[in-house]
């Protein structure tokens, strides 16, 4: 029998454009092409807002490319898939990957990293995958072409990405929710269990309480951690973080001296593992600082947009501490993410109470001003 495959149509659907840096979102009708060779085109259903896309429209981040569709903590269903796309089929429910997972290069073949091939022209963690592989975009807006967002772009209810950028996950789970297993989440959980490698028994510092510091809290909590310190400038975060498992919560402005002597104070010299989830390069020289002599260690999760790198005395390194640093809590997207959402569904970990507001993508701006002022953990946006 023949079969005639069915002709793709470009979509026409709603996305909100970053035409500049600096500047609002404009939600504007776009047009979305077809998946090519091993592409997928997704429908998505929700996604999350992160501080990393306020650092892609900052005028401070130097390797903004504009137009742009950013978005990278989506959830969605698979509306249709190029040629030679064998991992997923429309109406798989799926979460896009902004580490992909190709399975074949020197990093995915070893478990030492979660790194891909497919983003080793990587230069900043959030500056790559700004096209898809054939080096053209899938959206065009107004007659011109706009830029991918790290291999996911969902701030559109329509975008293409890699086959080998797509998670096939549970069809029962909630994509309002598990869209934060993209990235907030599996970063701060990740950072905690993969890469400071969290001992039970030991005293952990998380450095900054919002979406992934409140991940990190839960990730030192699962791996045994018996006193979790919280810190935040913000103490309207602390009710939250003790809730999700810190022990206590501390506020740098409430100390006229370093945070870092303040905490070894507390902790009989320092504590065993900290994790920085802020991007502020002070504070990852703190958090480094916080950690005790002999075997301290120190991961850092924070995305910074300055120029100047941490300013590390090789001294503290010296004397038996490690700093260590993380994209996307260590976690082989592929393999783990379907996992992740696995272990949500059985109740191993929380993620509502990491979701404060639920608005209509509409609302995309409203979304980042309360981020900005702080009243958010988790804004999710709905299509
Ligand atoms: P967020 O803005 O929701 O939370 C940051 C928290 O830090 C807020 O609660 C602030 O009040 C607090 N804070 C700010 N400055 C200080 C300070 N000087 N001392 C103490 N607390 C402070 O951000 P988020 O949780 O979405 O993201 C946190 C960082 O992680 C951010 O830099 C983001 O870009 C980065 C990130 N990295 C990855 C990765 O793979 N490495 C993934 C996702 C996010
Ligand atoms: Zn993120
Ligand atoms: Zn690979």
Redesign the pocket.
Same mark, same amino acid.
């Given at each position: 029998m023949l079969f005639k495959s069915p002709i793709m149509q470009v979509i026409k659907c709603k996305a909100a454009i970053a035409w500049e840096a600096g500047k609002p979102f404009s939600v504007e009708e776009v047009e979305v092409a077809p998946p090519k060779d091993h592409e997928v085109r997704i429908h998505i259903i929700a996604t999350g807002v992160?501080? &990393?896309d306020a650092?892609a429209v900052s005028t401070h981040f130097k390797e903004g490319l504009f137009p742009v569709i950013l978005g990278h903590e989506g959830a969605g269903i698979v509306e249709s898939v190029g040629p030679g796309v064998t991992k997923v089929k429309p109406g798989d429910r799926v979460i896009p990957l902004y580490i992909p997972q190709c399975g074949k290069c020197k990093f995915c073949l070893n478990p030492k990293t979660n790194l891909c091939q497919k983003i080793s022209k990587i230069k900043t *963690?959030i500056s790559d995958q700004d096209l898809m592989a054939d080096n053209t975009s899938r959206f065009t807006c107004k007659g011109k072409q706009i830029y991918h967002f790290m291999g996911t772009s969902t701030f559109s209810e329509y975008t293409v990405v890699a086959e080998t950028s797509v998670a096939k996950i549970d069809d029962a789970a909630p994509l309002d929710k598990v869209c934060l297993i993209g990235?907030?989440f599996s970063?701060?959980y990740g950072a905690a269990i993969n890469t400071a490698k969290v001992e039970p028994g030991s005293t952990c510092a998380v !450095?900054?309480?919002?979406? %992934? =510091?409140l991940s990190a809290v839960m990730g030192c909590k699962a791996a045994g951690a018996t006193r979790i310190i919280g /810190? $935040?400038? #913000?103490k309207d975060?602390f009710p939250k973080a003790k809730e999700l498992g810190a022990t206590e919560c501390i506020n740098?402005k409430d100390y006229n001296k370093p /945070?870092q002597q303040v905490i070894a104070e507390l902790t009989n010299g320092g504590v065993d593992f900290s994790i920085e989830?802020?991007? #502020?390069i $002070? %504070?990852m020289k703190a958090a480094l600082e916080c950690t005790t002599v002999g075997w301290g260690t120190c991961a850092i %999760?924070?995305? *910074?947009l300055e120029d100047r790198g941490v300013p590390v005395d090789p001294f503290q390194l010296i004397m038996g501490r490690t700093l260590k *640093? &993380?994209? !996307? =809590?260590g976690w082989k997207s592929v393999d783990s993410v379907p996992k992740l959402v696995s272990d949500y569904m059985a109740k191993k970990f929380k993620l509502d109470e990491l979701v404060t507001y639920t608005l209509p993508f509409e609302k995309i701006n409203e979304a980042f001003d309360l981020?900005k002022e702080?009243k958010s /953990?988790r804004t999710v946006l709905v299509f």
């Open positions: 992160c501080r &990393t650092h *963690a990235c907030g970063t701060g !450095f900054g309480l919002g979406g %992934v =510091g /810190i $935040d400038i #913000n975060k740098p /945070i989830c802020i991007g #502020n $002070d %504070v %999760v924070g995305v *910074a *640093a &993380t994209f !996307f =809590g981020m702080g /953990i």
